[in-house]
């Protein structure tokens, strides 16, 4: 059984560019959330989604970020026009149900703005 | 608003002795706390947890102590061995074990001596 694939693992975008960030969560989990860590900081959350759901996304900029999870596929997490503060590791974790103790983090993607 | 604080950046411990990360929090929301482990370009790995209703729980080497009244967090790790060398992260939600929003510290780094 895998573990939860993130991808790309680095990510360079230039100022102004998009980016795509993807998130395959393990076999049978239906449940993705989102987390940043900015340089000398602790994981921040970002967003909740199950299947087709938005379940809470409180923690998202108001604009140039957006986060899907369809009915199949992985889910992604896009943050358009991107800027120099946005450089960051992203993180996403799944779990089967609404459990923190079954959840399981993936790798992350460090995405770095020049 | 930091309602979380690992006030040491870093701790330094000889193999086979006690290690004390510590936690202060301030939202008397939160009512389930626990312990991530981070190596340098992993995901975190979920280590403990403990519900507010508990103020120990014990996982092999690994002790999590809750003190409530002062909203205090602790690990302990008995013996410390060079593999536990990581970075630490206490993290908190106000859903119980549910919801997904996990509010992290700052992170701790531990290096173990051989």
């Known amino acids: 059984n895998a573990g939860v694939m993130q991808n790309p693992r680095h990510l360079v975008r230039r100022r102004g560019q998009e980016a795509r960030l993807r998130c395959s969560p393990m076999?049978?989990?239906?449940?993705v959330y989102w987390y940043r860590q900015l340089p000398e900081e602790g994981l921040k959350f970002m967003v909740y989604?199950?299947?087709?759901?938005?379940?809470?996304e409180s923690g998202m900029p108001k604009e140039r970020f957006s986060a899907e999870f369809p009915k199949e596929g992985p889910s992604i997490l896009r943050i358009q026009q991107v800027v120099r503060g946005d450089s960051a590791a992203y993180f996403c974790?799944?779990?089967?149900?609404?459990?923190?103790?079954?959840?399981?983090f993936g790798q992350g993607t460090r995405l770095t703005v020049v | 608003d930091q309602q979380v604080k690992q006030n040491s950046p870093s701790l330094s411990v000889q193999e086979g002795r006690i290690s004390i990360l510590n936690c202060d929090y301030t939202?008397?929301?939160?009512?389930?706390f626990l312990w991530y482990k981070k190596y340098p370009a992993e995901g975190p790995t979920f280590l403990i947890s403990i519900s507010s209703i508990k103020d120990k729980n014990e996982d092999g080497r690994f002790t999590v102590f809750l003190n409530k009244s002062a909203k205090h967090l602790s690990l302990h790790i008995v013996p410390s061995q060079p593999g536990d060398s990581a970075v630490y992260f206490c993290?908190?939600?106000?859903?119980?074990?549910?919801?997904?929003?996990?509010?992290f510290g700052q992170g701790t780094i531990l290096t173990v001596h051989p």
């Open positions: 076999k049978g989990h239906s449940h």
């Open positions: 989604l199950q299947k087709e759901n938005i379940i809470d």
């Open positions: 974790a799944s779990s089967p149900y609404d459990s923190w103790t079954e959840a399981f």
């Open positions: 939202n008397s929301m939160f009512d389930y």
């Open positions: 993290a908190f939600n106000a859903g119980g074990t549910s919801y997904g929003k996990l509010t």
